[in-house]
């Protein structure tokens, strides 16, 4: 199965809904990804205020 991106909170994913935010409003055509590992200490994470660990995609079509 492909991976798609979330519309609403931007989390890649493979399945029917997006586990982070429970939506079914998904791309498959998204634009380069950041991994969040530890999201209380990092700097990208609070600039793009993702509050849990995931693979987010940058920017979705």
Do not use: F, H
């Not at 991976?3 to 029917?16: P, Q, S």
């Not at 950041?34 to 660990?53: F, G, H, L, R």
Request: proline share 3%; glycine share 8%; aromatic share 4%.
């Amino acid at each position: 199965m492909a991976k798609k991106a979330c519309l609403n909170c931007n989390r890649i994913y493979e399945g029917d809904k997006c586990p982070e935010c429970g939506s079914n409003e998904s791309s498959d055509g998204w634009k380069g990804k950041v991994e969040i590992v530890n999201p209380d200490k990092s700097e990208i994470a609070q600039k793009v205020a993702m509050k849990k660990k995931g693979t987010y995609a940058i920017k979705t079509k």
